[in-house]
């Protein structure tokens, strides 16, 4: 029978916790949670006690371990690459530009978002902007001009060639 009750190897008892309670997604932990992650380790405590003991997951305290030696610091850093230019609301805007009238020219396009929202863009940033939302330029097909008296002209040739095989 279990009484939620777990014995640790330093002879240490705990309170079983809930799975769901321990296993977040994505949350960064605070500098309250992680000094004394880095202070455990600096006391040559094994990351499975400092797990242990701070109810953080095993992954979690290597990783903090891990980025306090490469870096030296324990702080989130800045995300790498260029920021992007458009916000969500001039993403919102040039849809709603591109869907009520989708024959205009990224040129166009480009001077409007400038006029009502302020930004700045090349028409080549507005292409690739469409392209990721899913809207896609291209040139129609080119189809002959059939009139009657083209038909009557390649209606013989038609049955000439019908029976031809590769």
Known sequence: ??????????GMQTASTNI?????????????????????????????????????????????????KQLGTTATQPPSGRPRHMTGRGQRMLKRTVRRSHQLPAESI???????????????????????????GRAAASKPSITKCNAKRRMPWCKACRHWTQ
């Open 1 to 10: 029978m279990d009484t939620g009750v777990y014995n640790h190897p330093l």
């Open 20 to 68: 769901g309670e321990r296993m977040g997604r994505s949350q960064e932990l605070s500098d309250s949670k992680c000094g004394p992650v880095i202070g455990g380790h600096l006391g040559n405590k094994s990351i499975r006690d400092i797990s242990w003991l701070l109810n953080i997951p095993r992954s979690t305290v290597s990783g903090i371990i891990t980025k306090w």
């Open 110 to 136: 480009a001077k409007d978002l400038q006029t009502w929202c302020g930004l700045q863009m090349s028409p080549t940033t507005v292409r690739r902007e469409l392209h990721g939302m899913g809207f896609h």
